[in-house]
């Protein structure tokens, strides 16, 4: 199993851009499919984006395209998420999450491992 770990997060103001990153330890495969998820308070945990094993694949929610970035960099076995022109409906919790596929996935049960995840919050 893969050990996620994730630093970053915080408060921001409308507009304003941020960088989450996830690393990798334990069991690290490079074949591993990455991907973030967010949760809002009193809602379900969604899909943000997700990228594959090689980083020559991406997949975005509609609510994000255009704004948020996914990359990874396979040497320090650590994925990214680059959020520009936040908006107050991006505040949740954000977990990124690993599968050993080489396929993409957007479904929360096609992930097996997750991050504790951590907060971002856009003010208006």
């Known amino acids: 199993q893969v050990q996620l770990v994730e630093p970053g997060g915080g408060l921001v103001q409308a507009g304003d851009s941020l960088r989450l990153a996830c690393a990798a330890a334990?069991?690290?495969?490079?074949?591993?499919?990455r991907g973030w998820f967010r949760q809002a308070p009193g809602k379900e945990r969604e899909f943000v984006a997700a990228?594959?094993?090689?980083?020559?694949?991406?997949l975005y929610a509609d609510s994000v395209k255009g704004r948020f970035t996914i990359s990874r960099d396979n040497a320090k076995n650590t994925v990214y998420l680059q959020m520009n022109s936040l908006k107050p409906a991006d505040t949740a919790v954000y977990y990124c999450?690993?599968?050993?596929?080489?396929?993409?996935?957007?479904?929360?049960?096609?992930?097996?491992?997750w991050g504790q995840g951590t907060q971002v919050t856009v003010s208006s």
């Open positions: 999450a690993a599968r050993n596929s080489l396929a993409l996935a957007t479904r929360d049960p096609d992930f097996g491992s």
């Open positions: 334990g069991r690290t495969f490079k074949s591993y499919g």
């Open positions: 990228i594959n094993w090689s980083g020559g694949s991406t």
